[in-house]
C-alpha cells in the first residue's frame, strides 16, 4: 500500500469503524494523518491525529479508498458520490450491485470484519465486484489483514453464509461463557474465580484451535475418546440440542442478512 494513500471511513466514530481505523494504524499501512474519518454530532476525541469530518461527500473526495461502516438501516440516505473510487462496505446484507449504482463506482468490495477487529483478531471474508484489480485486491488485503485474517470468497451468497458464521461469530462463544458463568454463580463459586475459570476456558481453546491443523471436529472427537468427564458433557450438551441450535442460529443470522438487503 502507498504512503500516500489516503482512507476514508465513513461512520468512523461508530464501533467498528473506529477498530478498523485504530487497527489500520497500529499495523502501520497508513498512518493517522492519511486517515479522514466522518461522525454525526459531536467530533470526537479518539483517534489522534486523524481528519474528522461531518460531511461524508468531502471525506469521498479526498479519499482513495472508502470504507462505508454505517447500519444498513441507515444505507438509503447515504447519497454520496464515489467517483468511480474503491469501495468497501462492512455493512451486512447491502449487495454489490446496491453499491455500484448508489456510490457511483463500479469498484466494490463486500466485507464482514466481526467484533473482533477491536483487537485485531478478527477474521474477514470478503467479495469483489468483476471491476477490482490486482491493486485493489491488494489494498483490500492489507487494510484486513491489519484487523486479523482475511480471505476472498467465491461469491455474495458465500459471503451472506460467512455473515452468521464468522461475522457474528464472537457472539456464539460469548454466549457460551456467559451461560458457564451463569451456571457457575448459580453453584456458588465466588464470581471473580468463576469469571478468572470461564475467560481462560474460552482464549485457550481458542489457541488451542489455532496451533493444531486437525479440524475442530477432529479435535471433539478426540476430547469424547477418552470417555471421561470432558466426554460426559459433550455428549449431554449434544443430546440437549447444541448442534441444531447452533445451525438455527446460522440459518436465521443467513436470513437476516438477505432480508437487510431487500429492504434497503
Given amino acids: 500500500m502507498s504512503d500516500v494513500l489516503k482512507i476514508g471511513v465513513i461512520g468512523g466514530n461508530g464501533w467498528l469503524g473506529g477498530a478498523i481505523a485504530k487497527s489500520i494504524i497500529d499495523a502501520g499501512p497508513v498512518s493517522a494523518e492519511e486517515l479522514i474519518l466522518s461522525y454525526r454530532s459531536e467530533r470526537p476525541k479518539r483517534l489522534q491525529g486523524v481528519r474528522w469530518t461531518r460531511d461524508n461527500q468531502e471525506l469521498a473526495d479526498r479519499s482513495d479508498v472508502i470504507i462505508v461502516s454505517v447500519r444498513p438501516a441507515d444505507w438509503p440516505s447515504l447519497l454520496v458520490n464515489a467517483g468511480g473510487k474503491l469501495v468497501i462496505s462492512v455493512m451486512a446484507g447491502i449487495r454489490l450491485s446496491q453499491l455500484a449504482d448508489q456510490l457511483k463506482t463500479k469498484r466494490v468490495v463486500r466485507a464482514l470484519p466481526n467484533a473482533a477487529a477491536e483487537v485485531a483478531k478478527s477474521y474477514t471474508p470478503w467479495v469483489a465486484s468483476a471491476d477490482l484489480d ?3 485486491r491488494a489494498t483490500v488485503c492489507r487494510i484486513f ?3 486479523g485474517a482475511a480471505d476472498e470468497v467465491g461469491s455474495e451468497d458465500d459471503l451472506d453464509y460467512l455473515t452468521g458464521l464468522s461475522g457474528s461469530g464472537p457472539a456464539f462463544p460469548a454466549l457460551l461463557a456467559a451461560a458457564m458463568m451463569n451456571d457457575a454463580l448459580a453453584r456458588g ?3 471473580e474465580i ?5 475467560n481462560a476456558v474460552l482464549i485457550g481453546a481458542g489457541r488451542l484451535i489455532e496451533r493444531h491443523e486437525e479440524c475442530p471436529t477432529d479435535m471433539v472427537e478426540a476430547f469424547v475418546s477418552y470417555r ?6 459433550i455428549e449431554a450438551v449434544r443430546d440437549a440440542g447444541f448442534d441444531a441450535a447452533v445451525r438455527s442460529g446460522l440459518a436465521k443470522a443467513l436470513k437476516k442478512s438477505v432480508d437487510m438487503g431487500q429492504k434497503s
Fill in 134 to 136: 490486482d491493486r485493489d
Fill in 145 to 147: 489483514d491489519a484487523c
Fill in 189 to 191: 463459586l465466588d464470581p
Fill in 194 to 198: 468463576a469469571r478468572r475459570a470461564v
Fill in 228 to 233: 471421561g468427564t470432558t466426554a460426559a458433557a
